[in-house]
């Protein structure tokens, strides 16, 4: 066949190419989406189609597909669905309770009964892991920092009175001191020198029972103490003009009582015997009878003018036990020319060494005559 017979070529015109079959017709969607038909296997040597590209048909890519109609069976939070409500590991989900209590709540609400300040720090702890853990025991850490807060305010308020209370008591302690020492000049140095009184002379050497006779009506018998400076003692009343005052020992177990002054009608007063009439003093005043005094009464002495000074003054003393257990002795020293009579009396409880403290307080205490 020659080439004529063929139809010239134009190269301006395309080859003619069949003609593109009409795109089915998609029915509506059903309510269950029909499942995707698998996807043809790709060719030699050509790309891999993307995920979700339409199939090429004859080289051709065909109209997407309209989007599948959501599934209106589908149960939310089933996995594979991300992003919905209730699967795990997604964000702003709250942590899944735990079934135990959380161990730091618990010790919270136990140490705000022993130490407040642990059960605070505990119970805030336990607070943050509870919120990030889901553990129980919100209540209890709660609890616990009430109590803890509540126990600190509670000591910061205890503390502070107690501190006024210890800045009123020293207080009142140093008035005390002050009022003794400017009334009754009884924190002397205890070195007053043996001075002339108004008869022109004042005994020297020791104060016997017979050498009391020397004195004069003008002279004057008085104690000197240094008591008050001792911490071991603590005022308990000062003299306020009565010729009487008192301590109490620091530790509260025993009491020190003083007297000065005229011996008055109730005591018998025999004239130029000082002993007979210390005697009676000690009668009246520990309310003994005179067999007792003469039985049980003995002599003693306290220093004379200043403390170890040497010279004494000489005392009757009479020891007793009350019906409570509690022990005295009592020191006196009566002067028939001065018609005056000083005492001490000082009382113990049952399980203090009386003896011990009434010679420690025969060093602290002394007899000045003027």
């Given at each position: 066949m020659?080439?004529?017979?063929?139809?010239?070529?134009?190269?301006?015109?395309?080859?003619?190419?069949?003609?593109?079959?009409?795109?089915?017709?998609?029915?509506?969607?059903?309510p269950?989406?029909p499942?995707?038909?698998?996807?043809?296997?790709p060719?030699?040597?050509?790309?891999a189609?993307q995920?979700?590209?339409?199939?090429?048909?004859n080289?051709?890519?065909?109209p997407p597909?309209?989007?599948?109609?959501p599934?209106?069976?589908?149960?939310?939070?089933?996995?594979?669905?991300?992003g919905?409500?209730?699967?795990?590991g997604?964000?702003?989900?709250p942590p899944?309770?735990?079934?135990?209590?959380?161990v730091?709540a618990?010790?919270s609400?136990?140490?705000?009964?022993?130490v407040?300040?642990?059960?605070?720090i505990?119970?805030?702890?336990?607070?943050?892991?509870i919120?990030?853990?889901g553990?129980k025991?919100?209540?209890l850490?709660i609890a616990?920092?009430?109590l803890g807060?509540?126990g600190?305010?509670?000591?910061?308020v205890?503390?502070?009175?107690?501190i006024i209370?210890?800045?009123?008591?020293?207080?009142n302690?140093?008035?005390?001191?002050?009022l003794?020492n400017?009334?009754?000049?009884?924190l002397?140095?205890?070195?007053?020198?043996p001075?002339?009184?108004?008869?022109?002379?004042?005994?020297?050497?020791?104060?016997?029972?017979?050498a009391?006779?020397?004195?004069?009506?003008?002279?004057?018998?008085?104690?000197?103490?240094?008591?008050?400076?001792?911490?071991?003692?603590?005022?308990?009343?000062?003299?306020t003009?009565?010729?009487?005052?008192?301590?109490?020992?620091?530790?509260?177990?025993?009491?020190l009582k003083?007297f000065?002054?005229d011996?008055?009608?109730?005591?018998?007063?025999?004239?130029?015997?000082?002993?007979a009439t210390?005697d009676?003093f000690l009668?009246?005043?520990d309310?003994?009878t005179?067999?007792?005094?003469?039985?049980?009464a003995?002599?003693?002495?306290?220093?004379?003018?200043?403390?170890?000074?040497g010279?004494?003054v000489?005392?009757?003393t009479?020891t007793?036990?009350?019906?409570?257990?509690t022990?005295?002795?009592?020191a006196?020293?009566?002067?028939?020319?001065?018609?005056?009579?000083?005492?001490?009396d000082?009382?113990?409880?049952?399980?203090?060494d009386l003896?011990?403290?009434?010679d420690q307080?025969?060093?602290?205490?002394g007899i000045?005559?003027?």
């Amino acid at each position: 066949m020659s080439d004529s017979n063929l139809p010239p070529e134009n190269p301006a015109e395309p080859t003619a190419v069949p003609p593109t079959p009409p795109s089915p017709v998609i029915p509506p969607t059903p309510p269950e989406a029909p499942p995707a038909a698998p996807a043809p296997a790709p060719q030699p040597g050509s790309p891999a189609p993307q995920p979700g590209s339409p199939t090429p048909v004859n080289g051709y890519a065909p109209p997407p597909p309209p989007p599948a109609a959501p599934d209106m069976y589908a149960i939310p939070g089933q996995p594979g669905q991300p992003g919905q409500p209730g699967q795990p590991g997604q964000p702003g989900q709250p942590p899944a309770p735990q079934g135990g209590y959380n161990v730091l709540a618990i010790i919270s609400l136990i140490a705000a009964f022993f130490v407040s300040l642990a059960a605070v720090i505990t119970g805030h702890i336990a607070l943050h892991q509870i919120k990030r853990t889901g553990e129980k025991g919100r209540g209890l850490a709660i609890a616990g920092l009430i109590l803890g807060y509540l126990g600190i305010v509670l000591g910061i308020v205890g503390t502070i009175i107690l501190i006024i209370a210890l800045v009123t008591a020293g207080t009142n302690a140093a008035r005390d001191r002050e009022l003794l020492n400017d009334e009754n000049n009884y924190l002397s140095s205890m070195t007053p020198e043996p001075t002339d009184g108004a008869s022109g002379s004042v005994p020297t050497g020791d104060l016997t029972f017979g050498a009391g006779q020397q004195l004069t009506a003008l002279n004057t018998a008085s104690f000197a103490d240094n008591l008050s400076s001792d911490p071991s003692w603590v005022v308990k009343t000062p003299d306020t003009g009565t010729g009487s005052w008192s301590f109490t020992s620091s530790d509260n177990q025993c009491t020190l009582k003083f007297f000065q002054g005229d011996l008055g009608t109730k005591v018998t007063v025999v004239d130029g015997d000082d002993q007979a009439t210390t005697d009676n003093f000690l009668v009246y005043v520990d309310n003994a009878t005179a067999d007792d005094v003469d039985q049980y009464a003995v002599t003693d002495s306290v220093d004379y003018q200043y403390s170890g000074s040497g010279d004494i003054v000489k005392t009757r003393t009479l020891t007793g036990t009350d019906s409570d257990g509690t022990h005295w002795i009592t020191a006196a020293r009566a002067f028939t020319q001065l018609d005056s009579g000083l005492y001490f009396d000082l009382t113990c409880q049952p399980a203090t060494d009386l003896t011990k403290v009434y010679d420690q307080v025969l060093t602290e205490v002394g007899i000045v005559v003027d």
